[in-house]
């Protein structure tokens, strides 16, 4: 994590657990949806940052260079290397429970109209780490919550 353009923690990594909770509309038949479909998407985005050192391209104090099979990072006066392999940008601005569990939110809003055919309106996603700390960041549709204020449910998913 990155404190300020000088103070920095000491490089390490982390075990996240990600818990989403739907709010919908519960249909004739006593569901929601398919929760499989999200279950499958959450654990490819999962296997996506497993085992990789997790870099934030939107960084007001990092510069991220790219070369061949390597990603420089600079910061303060120092240059750390890390393999493509090893690594993974994302867009976040630091690399903490909040900024994890939005990143999260935001692959999920990729597709309104998906969201839409399954009757979601709203959508919490929870970071946990394995000291016992979380980050949440929750999107609602008012338009849609506000046209469909009928039975709502909130199953839940937990990935590791």
Not at 68 to 86: G, I, P, Q, S, T
Request: contains cysteine.
């Amino acid at each position: 994590m990155i404190f300020s353009a000088t103070e920095r923690e000491t490089m390490h990594g982390h075990d996240y657990q990600i818990n989403v909770a739907f709010e919908t509309l519960i249909e004739k038949n006593g569901m929601c949806f398919d929760v499989r479909y999200y279950r499958q998407k959450l654990m490819k985005l999962c296997a996506s940052l497993d085992y990789h050192f997790i870099l934030p391209a939107r960084s007001e104090f990092l510069r991220i260079e790219e070369t061949a099979n390597k990603w420089l990072v600079h910061f303060n006066n120092d240059v750390m290397e890390f393999f493509k392999r090893d690594a993974v940008v994302l867009s976040i601005t630091n690399v903490t429970l909040e900024e994890m569990s939005n990143w999260f939110l935001q692959q999920l809003l990729q597709d309104m109209q998906e969201l839409q055919g399954h009757h979601i309106y709203g959508i919490t996603v929870k970071a946990h780490n394995g000291r016992g700390e979380s980050g949440a960041t929750t999107w609602q549709s008012e338009r849609y919550a506000a046209a469909h204020a009928l039975a709502r449910t909130q199953p839940e998913l937990t990935t590791a």
